[in-house]
């Protein structure tokens, strides 16, 4: 059992670092600078925090993941509304990726459905997103470095 648990910490990407730019290859989103990768193992899963500051707003973003396979949901209420906002994320390791499957859903309708799978060779981090968000194909290439 000791055996299996070790293989699957061990399939999970090594994606630690610092980046000092992101930039989308496809042309669209802006990017971000001052990426940072920082990975832990707790409880037997990797969990990965991203942080970086976005280049249109310029404030700092941080997301984190845990690597799990489980679906793990936040949920919010909108104060104005009431309306019920959720985001049900599931991250698995595949190889040397780092995948992620996103709903987001507002008063029980999905608005978005992504996938994103990171990689790093070298000192290189690529993001490839794929999807729709609210009726929008989204085809998306981000690289740091």
Do not use: F, W
């Not at 293989?7 to 000092?20: S, V």
């Not at 249109?56 to 396979?69: I, Q, V």
């Not at 968000?133 to 290439?141: L, S, W, Y």
């Amino acid at each position: 059992m000791h055996l299996i648990a070790l293989g699957l910490l061990l399939a999970c990407p090594d994606l630690t670092g610092k980046y000092a730019t992101c930039r989308s290859t496809t042309g669209n989103s802006t990017g971000a600078s001052d990426l940072e990768v920082s990975q832990v193992i707790k409880n037997g899963a990797s969990e990965y925090t991203i942080s970086s500051i976005d280049s249109s707003s310029h404030e700092r973003e941080s997301l984190s993941y845990r690597a799990d396979g489980k679906t793990h949901v936040q949920t919010e209420t909108d104060p104005d509304s009431g309306t019920i906002l959720s985001l049900a994320t599931t991250v698995t390791c595949v190889g040397k990726e780092l995948r992620s499957k996103m709903v987001l859903t507002y008063g029980g309708e999905i608005y978005s459905t992504l996938t994103t799978k990171i990689t790093r060779e070298g000192k290189t981090l690529t993001q490839v997103v794929k999807g729709l968000n609210m009726g929008e194909n989204i085809n998306e290439t981000i690289v740091c470095d």
